[in-house]
């Protein structure tokens, strides 16, 4: 006859009349890193939330090393290095995947929902994501006012459609999902940029700047970029002669 189970806490194993079954060992996870990219951040954010142990590697992306082409095939970050007792090392790449494979596979709670509606509707906005960063990206890279003014019109317009969306105080409402992971990198870039003048992209838009700024307060998301991002992204803007940073 078999004995009451005996729970040894929320990692450890569970005894049948001391017979433990041993649980399976967490993978060692090392995130292949570039310091103000936007798509790291999404998986260092999610790390984070879910208050797991991981290393951070950075490589510099104007002079990679030939170990990150090899286990990189687009030669981009992230990359995640998942190595599991036994076994060999496994690479992902594509920030998205990363994601799911995090989110799927890590203890706590769950950025994406149960909810297979509601889990394909936070994936088809967590591809949008990468267009506003699109936009974003247009709006640094403008070198005239011309161009600034033309990347800035669309990017609010990339934005606009988010107000009627969000919930509030996060994407969904109380708790923060995925969304929130991957649109708090592009609100920080805005908050950066917002330091030496004022875009003005979420003026009209209060439900977008409520949210920018919850976002901003989280934890995992303040703790996702080093020290000294500021000055970093700052600095390469300035170098490469971004008319987003002359003051208005």
Known sequence: MNGPLVSL?????????????????APKLTLISFPTCPYVQRAVIALRERGVEYEVIHV????KPDWF???????????????RAGEKPVILFESTVILQYLDETLPGQRLFPEDALDRARQRAWVEYAGSVLGELWKL??????????????????????????VAGPFFAGAEFSAVDAVFAPAFRQLDALETVR????TDDLPKLQAWRQALAARPS??????????DLYLGRLRAAGS??????
């Open 9 to 25: 806490g929320a990692d450890a194993g569970v005894c049948v009349d001391g017979v433990c079954a041993i649980p399976e060992a």
């Open 60 to 63: 510099d992306l104007a002079n």
């Open 69 to 83: 082409l090899q286990i990189s095939p687009l030669g981009k970050v992230p990359v995640l290095k998942i190595e």
């Open 140 to 165: 640094v890279q403008a070198r005239d006012e011309a161009g600034f003014t033309e990347a800035r019109t669309a990017l609010i317009a990339r934005l606009q459609p988010l107000e009627a969306e």
């Open 198 to 201: 004022h875009l003005g992209v």
């Open 221 to 230: 998301v303040a703790g996702a970029v080093p020290p000294d991002f500021l």
């Open 243 to 248: 008319y987003a940073l002359t003051a208005n």
